[in-house]
């Protein structure tokens, strides 16, 4: 190999640190926060002292942080690029340094450290922020026709509805430059990849959604890993570097197939058991165990998910020949032997993990095998009544429902076999019914407070987290009282 995965986090790491940053470790991927509900940046440990809240206690950090981003999951195996678990590499200023070293820090370790070509490197910069643009242009000597001014969707970072945040400026990376620079857009997955994203931050954003200025301007910073091992290890995607393709490998073995011979849809089912069981791994190991709501709701989902796929990529059983088996542990094995460098608890933990991995695949194996007999009956049913009817097969809200209640499937398999099989579903009757189950709990929950009379000390008044959606970001975690 040219350059492993690890080799890139080490020489990240170093090159802060020689540059006055403090090597600190990953936080956990549960947040001590809670207005997030998993930790989705390298910046969520620090955000007490970014909001001034807590003392800093050194000026400089440098961290490799592992993240979860749920909002990714429907990119998994789409784009090249997304994946649920990732690593971010970042380097961190408390009132420190700001634009310019950030800037020319970054240009450095992208050209001299990781020596990357410097016509190949894109700027994006935030539509107003002449100074990153005069700095990229006038100090670096990157031309005017390579930085793009881009709005806030892209260009202004937020780590949550409330929190620290500020403009920032981003490096792509040009796999073909010799496509020209007319007409351009950094969004163009099949010629750009977004790696580095420089937060200049100098706000809170409040409540109400105005900005405030924080007391000092710091540097939040975040670089994938995974997108910069795919740039060096000149791969087609994120999952052929040697950070995935060994569980890719691995799982090719399960299923019988080769990747290399795949087509397009088995090639997305191997990269969506590649991603999922990283996350799943790590995500278990950080406490998180599958459950029906919270973050354990997420884990829940992803490994239902991870089940399903292997199944469709043909899977049985453990995959070694005992048909009762579960095949997930063996897979996770192979994520747990790649974990050194990521995450030195995980070997530790991984009795516990594969325990846990094989009792839910074995338990929502049963479920599966009778849901599936019922969504194929109701998707025959829907799709003649279409016929009938001359209009767009749809399966119903209260179909999905009932699969969802009675069968434990999450709602993205069903619409994930539904479309595979020409139909969609209903998701505003599916919400009407979710609706309808949420105010009747709550109904039975308020009916048993009133019965105890007092319900200080009642289970349900210990703070836990209510799953707000498996899409969102920035699912809040809220007290039930
Ligand atoms: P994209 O536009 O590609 O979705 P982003 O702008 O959402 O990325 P940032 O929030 O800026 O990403 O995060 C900082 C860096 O983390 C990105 O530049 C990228 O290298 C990496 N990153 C972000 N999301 C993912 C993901 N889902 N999988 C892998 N790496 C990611
Ligand atoms: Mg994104
Ligand atoms: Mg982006
Ligand atoms: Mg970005």
Redesign the pocket.
């Known amino acids: 190999l040219p350059v492993s995965g690890d080799s890139i986090r080490r020489r990240f790491l170093s090159f802060y640190a020689s540059r006055g940053h403090k090597v600190l470790p990953s936080a956990s991927l549960v947040p001590d926060d809670p207005t997030v509900l998993l930790t989705i940046?390298g910046m969520l440990q620090f955000k007490p002292v970014f909001l001034g809240k807590v003392p800093r206690e050194v000026p400089r950090a440098t961290t490799a942080q592992r993240c979860i981003?749920t909002n990714?999951v429907e990119?998994v195996g789409r784009t090249a690029?997304?994946?649920?678990f990732?690593e971010?590499l970042g380097n961190f200023s408390f009132g420190d340094y700001f634009k310019k070293e950030a800037i020319k820090w970054a240009w450095e370790l992208s050209t001299i450290e990781f020596g990357l070509p410097a016509n190949r490197l894109w700027i994006s910069v935030y539509e107003n922020d002449d100074e990153a643009f005069e700095i990229w242009h006038d100090e670096v000597g990157v031309p005017t026709e390579r930085i793009k001014r881009m709005g806030e969707d892209?260009n202004f970072?937020t780590s949550g509805v409330t929190g620290p945040c500020g403009p920032?400026s981003?490096i792509y990376y040009d796999f073909h430059p010799e496509r020209g620079i007319l007409d351009t857009d950094l969004g163009d997955d099949t010629r750009f990849i977004?790696?580095?994203?420089l937060v200049f931050m100098q706000y809170n954003k409040k409540e109400d959604g105005s900005l405030e200025p924080l007391k000092q301007r710091n540097i939040d910073t975040?670089?994938?890993l995974?997108?910069v091992a795919r740039i060096l290890q000149k791969v087609s995607s994120?999952y052929e570097t040697d950070l995935i393709y060994p569980i890719i490998e691995k799982t090719s073995e399960l299923a019988n197939v080769s990747y290399a011979l795949a087509d397009d849809h088995k090639k997305m089912n191997l990269k969506i058991i590649g991603d999922h069981l990283r996350a799943i791994v790590y995500l278990i190991s950080d406490g998180v165990f599958p459950s029906n709501i919270g973050r354990g709701y997420v884990v829940r989902r992803l490994i239902r998910r991870a089940v399903r796929t292997g199944r469709l990529l043909g899977i049985k059983g453990d995959g070694r020949g005992n048909l009762e088996g579960a095949f997930l542990p063996v897979i996770a094995e192979k994520v747990i032997e790649l974990s050194t460098h990521i995450d030195v608890d995980v070997k530790d933990r991984s009795p516990r993990i594969l325990e846990e991995l094989k009792r839910e695949e074995l338990r929502f194996v049963q479920t599966l095998e009778r849901g599936e007999k019922l969504l194929d009956e109701m998707l025959v049913d829907a799709l003649s009544r279409a016929k009938e009817n001359g209009t767009a097969p749809c399966l119903s809200g209260k179909d999905a429902f009932l699969l969802y209640d009675t069968y434990g499937f999450p709602v993205e398999i069903t619409k994930e076999v539904a479309e595979e099989r020409g139909a969609s579903i209903d998701m505003n009757g599916f919400d009407i019914e979710m609706e309808n189950q949420r105010r009747q709990s709550q109904a039975a929950h308020s009916a048993v407070k009133l019965e105890v009379g007092n319900g200080a000390d009642l289970a349900e008044n210990v703070a836990d987290t209510e799953f707000l959606g498996y899409n969102s970001l920035y699912a809040k975690a809220v007290v039930e009282s």
């Open positions: 940046a981003r990714d990119n690029r997304h994946h649920t990732f971010m892209d970072w920032c981003e977004e790696f580095y994203n975040g670089l994938g995974e997108r994120n």
